[in-house]
């Protein structure tokens, strides 16, 4: 028998330091999932933001304001592409040195980049190498987004009480709209207190080393969860470890494929909802962004609701059920979503509440529908990359599509996008049998 390394010593080390009796309620799991899932959505957000507000003046002002923000865009879409990267990476990781080690790499890489894009030195600066670094520091990001996968969300729907699916799976998704009310309120502060000179100086660095401190927190919260004796040992009952690539992509390539593309209507909405409207009125309506700042702060809290809803609705009729009616139900709100934006500040205010009330139904259940599609031996694997490449195929270059497709065509454009997204996610529910009765 081989010689335990030196980081599964530390890890069993650190259960025993932190041992404790009882069976372990899916609402403690719980609180571990809110608390990464936050910290992961907070720093999706602040980087959202700044790529509308800070990055096309900052990294890119040789070019219009439209320009930059596409640039901006682009770079925001690497985190997406290097995320199933830094997952294959880190599964390796955790099959050989343990997941609280993995989770500790993951912690010092996602900090690191994060800080890092606080002392970006601008275009005047560093010239082009201001855009490399940026990129640099943004796959940074994806490839340790892809490392903290810690297996908490699977452990969660596993030990979920048969009559409450649908419940517990709404709970990783509260950490969207959390994120998004936390993020935008740090800016709009900054925004409204500051000269527009300091804030494109030094008050936007603020929110990503707050961005910085909720990750360690949130990561030392969650590492000592998985090092427990108790986690420990159930994660091994469940079976919830890393298994071959090679064997989970042969054996569950449809589930995979299908995962990915399920989870679309609510992907695409979540970006018309959040970042794509921002730079709509950045840059085509001359309106105060810390007002539509405000205005998203609104639809968060409705997203939360709407997220709790879900859980709720679903354990009586049915996740599949659900996710079908809020496509369908996205579908239509397609068709009148752009009048709304484009309708002055009423309209505005109609769209964001109406998008997150359909974005928080559908998104409350579409983990839930990603991680019944696996057998226990192949969850913990299986449940990181479809998760993995549903972000990129629904979410990564959405922001950019989604502006590129309404500057040239009109709103009405993005409106179809959206409906491409709700035509996606019935047509792979549809397919999928096997889905359907696991989820219903």
Known sequence: MNAPTASQVAERDARAINARHGDIAPSEIAIGVVIGRTSEFFDFFVYAIASV?????????????????????????????????????????????GRGTKLTIALFLLGGSTAAVAFLPGYDTIGIWSAVLLA???????????????????????????NKRGWYAMIPQLGAPLGLIVASGLFAFFITTLSPADFL???WRYPFFVAFAINVVALFARLRMVSTPDYAALFESR???????????????????????????????????????????????????????????????????????????ADRVGRRYLLGVSAAGIAVFSGFAPQL???????????????????????????????????????????????DL?????????????????????LVAAGAYLLSGAIGTLIALGINKELAHRIS
């Not at 990294?59 to 592409?81: C, E, H, N």
């Not at 679309?264 to 909802?273: E, N, P, R, W, Y």
């Open 53 to 97: 507000l800070v990055f096309p003046t900052l990294v890119f002002p040789y070019v219009d304001r439209l320009t930059g923000t596409v640039y901006s865009f682009a770079i925001f879409a690497l985190a997406f592409v290097a995320r199933p990267i830094g997952s294959l990476i880190f599964l390796g990781i955790d099959a050989v040195l």
């Open 136 to 162: 640099a520091f943004r796959i940074g990001q994806g490839i340790a987004l892809g490392g903290q996968w810690d297996g908490l969300s699977s452990l969660l729907a596993l030990n979920a009480p048969e």
């Open 201 to 203: 100086d030094w008050g």
């Open 239 to 313: 079976e919830l470890q890393p298994s071959r690539l090679i064997d989970t992509v042969r054996s569950d390539w449809r589930n995979i494929v299908i995962g990915a593309f399920a989870p679309l209507a609510s992907f695409a909405l979540f970006h018309m909802v959040t970042v794509f409207p921002l730079s709509w009125i950045v840059l085509f309506t001359g309106e105060s962004a810390a007002r539509f700042l405000g205005i998203e702060i609104v639809g968060g809290v409705v997203g939360t609701i709407a997220v709790v809803a879900s859980g709720l609705i």
């Open 341 to 387: 934006l484009d309708g002055g500040a009423v309209g505005e205010v109609v769209f964001m509440v109406v998008g997150f009330t359909l974005m928080g139904l559908a998104f409350g259940q579409s983990s839930g529908a990603v991680a019944a599609n696996f057998g226990s031996s192949r969850r913990y694997t299986g449940a990181a990359l479809t998760s």
């Open 390 to 410: 549903a972000w990129l195929v629904g979410a990564g270059f959405a922001p950019l599509v989604g502006l590129v497709l309404a500057s040239r065509f009109g």
